[in-house]
Nanobody, 124 residues
Framework: QVQLVESGGGYVQAGGSLRLSCAAS????????MGWFRQAPGKGREFVAAIRWNDGNTYHSNSMKGRFTISRDNAKNTVYLQMNSLKPEDTAVYYC?????????????????WGQGTQVTVSS
């Protein structure tokens, strides 16, 4: 079993920045991916970014590339999402998730473990 705890969400004005953290504990998987998804009210879960744990390769949604950056700290078993130039349309609950094996990263169904989510609200 994997436990994920997100933090760092909050309220920010448009153009501002936030850094989300996701601390992982429990079982580990050598070829796993840790990812960030978001879900706005009335919408489905949207892929934001992912990182492969064993080699640090990163994958970002094209729509957010250049503004959002995923990174990790192996020693802390923590993944981060740095979000810059935030826009009101970035308002959503952001979830951290783990895919234990090779995955279609944009598809949340490949991710077996999920955190509780952290709210990000961007005002105009």
């Amino acid at each position: 079993q994997v436990q994920l705890v997100e933090s760092g969400g909050g309220y920010v004005q448009a153009g501002g920045s936030l850094r989300l953290s996701c601390a992982a504990s429990g079982r580990t998987f050598s070829n796993s991916f840790m990812g960030w998804f978001r879900q706005a009210p009335g919408k489905g879960r949207e892929f934001v970014a992912a990182i492969r744990w064993n080699d640090g390769n990163t994958y970002h949604s094209n729509s957010m590339k250049g503004r959002f950056t995923i990174s990790r700290d192996n020693a802390k078993n923590t993944v981060y999402l740095q979000m810059n130039s935030l826009k009101p349309e970035d308002t959503a609950v952001y979830y951290c998730a783990v895919a234990p094996r090779s995955a279609v990263l944009s598809d949340p169904r490949f991710f077996d473990y999920w955190g509780q989510g952290t709210q990000v609200t961007v005002s105009s």
